[in-house]
């Protein structure tokens, strides 16, 4: 997207985080190598956004990793973030780095820094695991050669569910934050990205996955450009996949297919069977 | 936009109304609340997500003080004018998070949450730092205690479904209803022993309910094909009557869960 680098960051002014599970032993071989490269930034920017940014980096022993900032935006909201709610970033890095340790499938996190004074908090940034040759499952989608069929839909499915399962709640789920990772000899598998908008809960949160399937639905047809009648039968599956009576995929169902065409209704002016 | 963006953008929006809802004002979990703790007058109490403030003003008479936390400004300045209008002068209104309390261990005795914690989107991560906050007390005596009011889900997943789902198309702040089972579960990993002393049926009236949050027309239409299509089983769950009057019955459950006494 462009060469901007990362802001540098000065050593005195960072609190930093390990990711769940991995050992404070583990993470003080990592954290020297993240302190580089937030000191001397490099790579190349690939997202920006209002308060996101993330870079891509390459270090000589980790590997390729997404470095992501996430900016407090404002001195209102620096303070705020010091005193009365837990930063977006950190929250974001604590979900997904949880998800991670019950077992998600999702790109390795490394570690995260907060950089703040007396009184304020700068940003957040959080280092995870580069994917070489990941593709978005909206990018699939749009690939003539691999239009969707009732495999692929079983395997979003599927993994929606499992996800589900372990408490995830995604929150602001896309075609665009599931991405389907090659893998030698088999089908890629599909993992999930993004945690800004997430919770871990204690266990399957049926009206969350309603919420995430609709989400998911909604961009197939807008980013994959899935058709309508298709993205009725990834609702259905998704239902069966999770759900084990007629009531609940019944109710299931109905759900995601509200939630799904107010969605839609907004944003196109049709519902899914429009 | 962030979750403390979306919930202080629906809650500016809609603040009055909470304060004139008869059933935040006067509902029958209030006085539940107030019978569920044997207060002596000398406590310090929180009210975790104070809204229009009517469980701030409602114990502020008993104790010595109440702090009343919000996310919202808007529904701050209600609870204020709330407690002004009642002649209160021992409630002091913050503005903060759940999930980070913005206060040092042991710094109440009894902390209250009324119909609120459906929005909290770490509620484990809302009663560890209740239980951080609370000082233990002794038996018999309030301390330690906390007082949580929430809308509570089926254990049956096709109703968890279908009350989270129009939950959420009313209020896009909406996160989650808990079932009994899930909410004590969280309070134990927390270290409270906790109890639901009742789940009350409250009848809604699907005019009044929409028109509190300002459902757009949209979600409204959506809500109103759920409550058509909806099975006998889930009908029978929640009251659901559709047609000219229509409304339906919302679980709301209390629970009481207490620290270790001290010593």
């Known amino acids: ?274 | 936009m962030d979750r403390f963006e979306s919930i202080q953008r629906q809650f500016s929006a809609a603040a009055t109304r909470y304060t004139t809802s008869r059933y935040h004002a006067d509902g029958p979990d209030l006085d539940a609340m107030l019978g569920a703790v044997d207060l002596r007058g000398d406590e310090r109490v929180l009210d975790i997500g104070t809204g229009a403030g009517h469980t701030a003003v409602a114990f502020a008479p008993r104790v010595a003080e109440v702090v009343a936390l919000d996310l919202t400004p808007a529904m701050l300045d209600e609870a204020r004018a709330l407690a002004s209008s009642r002649g209160v002068d021992n409630v002091r209104f913050e503005l903060g998070d759940a999930m980070a309390l913005p206060y040092p261990d042991d710094a109440f005795d009894v902390v209250t949450c009324r119909v609120c914690a459906h929005h909290f989107e770490d509620p484990a991560a809302a009663v560890r730092e209740v239980a951080r906050v609370l000082r233990p007390g002794q038996p018999r005596t309030a301390g330690g205690t906390l007082l949580l009011v929430d809308s509570v889900s089926p254990e049956d997943p096709a109703q968890d479904t279908f009350l989270n789902c129009i939950e959420v198309l009313r209020d896009p702040s909406h996160v989650r209803n808990h079932s009994v089972s899930q909410w004590q579960q969280m309070l134990a990993a927390a270290g409270l022993a906790s109890e639901c002393l009742n789940v009350w049926r409250v009848p809604l009236g699907f005019h009044d309910w929409v028109e509190r949050m300002r459902t757009p027309v949209l979600e409204r239409q959506q809500l109103r094909s759920l409550f058509e299509k909806a099975t006998d089983g889930i009908r029978a769950a929640f009251d659901l009557e559709t047609g000219t009057e229509s409304g339906f019955s919302i679980p709301i459950g209390l629970f009481r869960a207490r620290l270790p006494a001290d010593g």
Request: overall charge neutral; some cysteine; glycine content about 10%.
């Open chain 1, 1 to 274: 997207m462009s060469d901007q680098l990362l802001r540098p960051a000065r050593l005195e002014r960072l609190v930093w985080h390990a990711p769940a599970g991995l050992t404070e032993q583990a993470f003080s071989e990592i954290q020297p190598r993240l302190e580089k490269l937030v000191t001397e930034p490099r790579g190349e920017c690939v997202y920006q956004a209002k308060r996101r940014a993330i870079h891509r980096v390459q270090d000589e022993i980790l590997g390729p990793l997404a470095v992501k900032e996430i900016r407090s935006d404002g001195c209102l909201r620096s303070v705020w973030f010091r005193f009365a709610a837990e930063h977006p970033g950190l929250r974001e890095f604590r979900v997904g780095s949880e998800f991670q340790a019950r077992g998600g499938a999702t790109p390795a996190f490394l570690g995260a820094m907060l950089e703040g004074g007396f009184g304020h908090v700068d940003r957040v940034v959080i280092f995870m695991h580069w994917i070489e040759g990941a593709v978005e499952l909206a990018q699939h989608l749009r690939d003539p050669r691999t239009r969707p069929d009732r495999a692929l839909f079983e395997r979003v499915a599927t993994r929606l569910a499992e996800d589900a399962r372990l408490g995830l709640v995604h929150g602001r789920h896309s075609s665009n934050n599931l991405l389907l990772v090659p893998r030698d000899g088999g089908e890629p598998e599909i993992q999930v990205i993004d945690f800004a908008y997430s919770s871990l809960g204690v266990g399957f949160d049926p009206g969350g996955f309603a919420r995430d399937v609709a989400r998911v639905a909604v961009g197939m047809v807008r980013q994959g450009g899935v058709e309508r009648r298709k993205v009725c039968e990834f609702i259905e599956v998704a239902a069966r996949v999770a759900h084990s009576t007629e009531a609940e995929v019944e109710a299931c169902r109905g759900a995601i297919e509200a939630l799904a065409n107010r969605r839609l209704i907004q944003a196109t002016g049709r519902d899914l069977e429009g």
